[in-house]
């Protein structure tokens, strides 16, 4: 027997006690990239600051004005758009934190071998688009219609199966209204860049990034449950290889901390002067808006309340948080956590999963102040 | 005797044989990024897909009309220019090809421990702002001159040594005009985004990197060789820890492919139907012009010529080449190498230095071709 496609990839498997990164994790961590943190002290990510995954190859689409999007299965008037004629409908802009599922994995004991975040895989972006349910009623969605599939045009092999990268949700989810799912032709009032999905791409708030398909071009409608390989066998929360797992769904509650002071080049350990130090991040949950977040400046032995902004009308979107710390000579451990309106919060210790999936275990920010105690 | 600011830093080191990246590397890889090679498909690199390198954090600037640039040292009349006042000046855009000094590290054995590029570590933008030689021309530099200085807004620890971001040049080459150096305010006709330098940098064509400094707020004229950190620590080609070691200075000779096919996710390993594919990629050099690109499809065993595009007039940035290859099934391992007018090349074997600096080892890419034979 000759090798097949199938036999590019690997099993997936966790790396053993110790093991350092490899060749491949290293790979996908040259190409995709996170925020780097000190871009939390933006509203709004700029440009080229967002964190980006991509499965396989960002798709080439010199001419854009040829893509074309369409909405079939289990509909009556199947529809065929270009981006010209989705700009035609009224746009809707929505200010939405985006975060990777993955997000965290490099952090756990032992660690899942994929996409090696720490906790950097995060960003928001102001979206305009069509909202998907107009599309939807447009096209007339059957009674039987229990699924909605997305299909992108990034095409590679996971695990053995060759694959348009395909993602599903609920009716309930795609044709509601709250969150209102989009589909995205602007990113921050410019046409998508090429990493973001150009010329169309999903955007459902308040769902991990796998939801978020990228480089559009199909909606099906089915009348059974999408069962495709990354709503199936990858994106599920498994500590055993053979179980079906729980889907990958909403974001779990996070807050972020600005490292304060400077940071070291290589350890990126940082350093801040002895006295008063505006402790200041983002915090962000998909299941609830963010009810309150604490600061810990002592490793997680004691917390105190941190000041929240409002959401100033961003339900979506990350909101900032500050606190002053008097920071005093030598090591110090900062943390933060978040808390939402569904009750839920960080945990100190870390959930494990076999992919390393929406994990929110809080962060950790080690200071060294210099200079002499006052 | 308390912990001190230098105490942050490790000493520089080399990973041991067949140690794995440790979370030191893959913190810098989360936050700095290659350019996913794909993305050599454009002439000019679009925004966010450009490989970004930071030592430290990148400086906020929320009012770049407030942010000034200062020339002086040994100049007769000191100069205080903001970016409105640059903008006045005659603008010029170069089109310039990008390449970290350290790009290819982490294929190095052993492996210096640093930011760990694979190849990826490049990209080209259209640079418009103001050739640095009028600038000294109006400051008036003293005849006893020898070096630039340029100092960047990032602010952190190396090696121990708390330090502005800061290179030189050699008089001669920032007042030459072949390259100009530009002091740039615009990248790809849009203000610099901030982990591009927002809102001034300095552009060197054909030099690496480390040159090209960001956040630009001081150029001072020495009459002494400048001896910072980054000029004679870092960014030198040494062998032995002790060695004072050759500057890092023009960018040596390189070619990249895009990888034909599509990838495995997790492997990055490339797969190609049966027939006839276009392989093409880009190749440039500091030294001089690219004369030829030459392209093996049995790793390295066999080369034959590429077709090499002309410049366009763009002496400064990367060129496009391609070639024709028949795939069969089986497995291959593609590699291309760039000649330039100085009589350079890229080498099959890799010659080491401690820095991991100046590497332009041939890239091999595997594929797997599918299907039966024909």
């Not at 398909?213 to 500590?239: C, E, H, M, N």
């Not at 948080?321 to 090591?331: C, E, F, I, R």
Request: charged share 20%; with cysteine; aromatic share 8%.
């Amino acid at each position: 027997m000759g090798r097949r496609t199938a036999d590019v990839s690997t099993p997936a498997r966790l790396a053993a006690p110790g093991e350092g990164l490899g060749q491949d994790e290293l790979a996908l961590a040259a190409r995709n990239h996170g925020l780097p943190l000190e871009a939390l002290r933006y509203d709004v990510t700029p440009p080229g600051l967002h964190y980006v995954l991509t499965h396989y190859d960002i798709p080439y689409v010199p001419d854009t004005t040829a893509w074309s999007l369409t909405v079939g299965g289990r509909v009556r008037r199947p529809l065929n758009l270009s981006p010209a004629r989705l700009r035609a409908y009224p746009a809707v802009t929505t200010r939405v934190t985006l975060e990777c599922a993955g997000n965290g994995r490099a952090l756990l004991t032992p660690r899942p071998v994929s996409q090696p975040w720490l906790v950097e895989a995060v960003g928001t972006a102001e979206w305009t688009g069509v909202p998907l349910r107009l599309l939807l009623r447009e096209a007339g969605v059957e009674p039987d219609a229990v699924d909605v599939v997305f299909t992108g045009a990034d095409h590679g092999v996971e695990r053995g199966v060759e694959q348009d990268y395909q993602r599903g949700l609920p009716l309930g989810v795609a044709t509601g209204d709250d969150p209102g799912v989009l589909v995205a032709y602007a990113m921050n009032g410019a046409p998508l860049p090429p990493q973001h999905g150009s010329p169309l791409r999903l955007v459902v708030p308040g769902w991990y990034g796998m939801a978020q398909v990228k480089w559009l071009r199909d909606i099906t409608v089915l009348a059974t449950p999408f069962t495709g390989f990354q709503q199936s066998v990858a994106y599920r929360i498994r500590r055993e290889p053979g179980e079906a797992g729980e889907p990958v769904t909403l974001v779990a509650p996070r807050a972020l901390l600005i490292p304060p002071g400077f940071p070291d080049f290589m350890s990126r350990s940082r350093v801040v002067a002895p006295g008063t130090v505006t402790l200041e991040g983002r915090a962000w949950s998909g299941h609830a808006p963010v009810t309150a977040v604490e600061v810990s400046t002592d490793d997680g032995t004691t917390w105190r309340p941190a000041d929240l902004e409002p959401d100033h009308g961003h339900r979506w979107a990350w909101r900032r948080w500050s606190s002053v710390w008097t920071a005093a000579p030598g090591d110090h451990v900062l943390s933060v956590r978040a808390h939402d309106g569904s009750g839920r919060t960080q945990p100190t210790e870390q959930p494990w999963n076999r992919g390393g999936f929406a994990n929110n275990l809080v962060q950790r920010v080690p200071v060294f102040c210099a200079g002499r105690a006052q």
